[in-house]
């Protein structure tokens, strides 16, 4: 059985051809970061207009490098819920068309439950495992108990960490700064951390009070921004040109970011601990999204899992960002199960906002 899988919920045109195991036959992936980065930020129609000047060279790219026909397709994946509406618009759309035009089934993906099963095409994972899907758009705790059934302990209350981190790049100017200029916000401040002392300055872990697993990071955000025009105005300089004490403030924002992933995570391991929601044998916390790809979050996760007893397992840093391949994957899982396949002619809506599975965030703070 041959899927191909279409991405286009945020900012990356993707697509690929995958086999019943897994093996990735072709793919292709166009991204709109540059223009964004020079943007500051996704403007949602600019990003609807590159996919819609991309999607068709994409899928055929991938089609052809894998040397598949669409008729030899057994069904197409297309992410569907959630994401920017201009943008999975336009996958849709085109994935529609392309089954109609093709007589395929086609099978809707949850952005985040392939984010959250990519996993499984590198590491033989079983059902049940905890997942944190930390990325530009997302954060999430939650545990997959199979295919398409989640258990969500925890989200977040207001903007992800990734966006967090871009907006703090955007507000330091990073994207000026010679060794930046071609990395994410998120890649900026790992890599000025690298040469800075985070006890030079100090900001309050979200939530100390709040004893559950959702995650905020607009507070941290405003703290930093603070300190950050209280630096300007000390040294009376122009906003977004400070330069002294940069390396410190990346280092103290990771460091917090960090921080409170990790006390989420842990809380969540311990709520699943106590309800017998992981396995006793090889229980695992898969970790996903852009943000994952972070050396200085893995080892804080690293030190949580070792202390509860967890093994720490990634997806190929190439896989935890958004691509048609995680797609063409989750259609494969669910084509296997025999799961949500529709035929060609059905229509199907897009969904900016979805939440992932049972939500149980109530259930974990009356818990703790
Ligand atoms: P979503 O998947 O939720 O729709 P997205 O597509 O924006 O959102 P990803 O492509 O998974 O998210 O990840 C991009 C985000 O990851 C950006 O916010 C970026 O700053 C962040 N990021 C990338 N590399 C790193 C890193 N090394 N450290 C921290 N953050 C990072
Ligand atoms: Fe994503």
């Known amino acids: 059985r041959l899927l191909l899988g279409i991405e286009t919920s945020c900012d990356d045109t993707g697509a690929a051809v995958l086999d019943e195991t897994g093996a990735i036959l072709g793919e292709s992936l166009h991204s709109q970061k540059e ?18 000047e991309n999607i ?23 992410t569907v819920k959630p994401g920017l509406a201009l943008s999975l618009g336009v996958g849709l759309g085109f994935s529609q068309w392309f089954v109609r035009q093709h007589k395929k089934p086609f099978i809707p993906i949850h952005h ?29 705790l939650a545990v997959a108990r199979g295919v398409d059934d989640f258990l969500l302990l925890g989200h977040s209350l207001d903007e992800a960490p990734g966006e967090t981190l871009d907006k703090v790049a955007r507000r330091l100017s990073l994207i000026k700064h010679p060794q930046c200029s071609t990395l994410s916000g998120g890649q900026a401040i790992e890599l000025l951390a690298k040469d800075g002392d985070r006890m030079k300055v100090s900001f309050t872990t ?3 009070q709040i004893y559950d697993c959702c995650f905020s990071f607009a507070g941290l ?3 930093v921004t603070r300190t950050i025009m209280k630096k300007e105005a000390e040294e009376g300089i122009e906003q977004g040109t400070l330069l002294s004490c940069v390396n410190d403030i990346a280092a103290a924002t990771q460091h917090t970011v960090a921080a409170h992933l990790a006390k989420r995570t842990h809380r969540a391991i311990l709520f699943c ?13 898969v970790l996903s999204g852009g943000v994952a790809s972070n050396t200085y979050i893995q080892k804080a996760l690293t030190i949580i899992t070792e202390t509860t ?13 958004d691509n048609g391949v995680m ?10 199960e025999g799961i949500g396949i529709l035929p060609p002619n059905v229509g199907v809506f897009y969904e900016p906002k979805a939440p992932l599975g049972l939500d149980m965030t109530a259930a974990v703070k009356a818990a703790a």
């Open 35 to 52: 223009v964004h980065l020079r943007t500051g930020g996704i403007i949602p129609n600019v990003a609807q207009h590159l996919h819609r």
């Open 56 to 78: 068709e060279r994409v899928v055929h790219e991938a089609l052809e490098r894998s040397g598949v026909e669409p008729s030899q397709l057994s069904a197409v994946a297309t």
């Open 112 to 140: 985040m439950e392939a984010h959250a099963l990519t996993v499984r095409m590198f590491h033989p994972v079983a059902f049940p495992f905890l997942v944190l899907l930390i990325s530009g758009g997302h954060s999430l």
């Open 206 to 208: 979200p939530m100390g």
């Open 221 to 223: 955000r405003n703290e």
């Open 273 to 285: 601990q106590a309800n017998g929601l992981l396995p006793l044998s090889s229980p695992t916390l």
């Open 309 to 321: 007893g967890l093994r720490l397992l990634c997806p190929p840093a190439k896989f935890c960002t």
């Open 327 to 336: 797609i063409a994957w989750n259609g494969i899982e669910r084509l296997r």
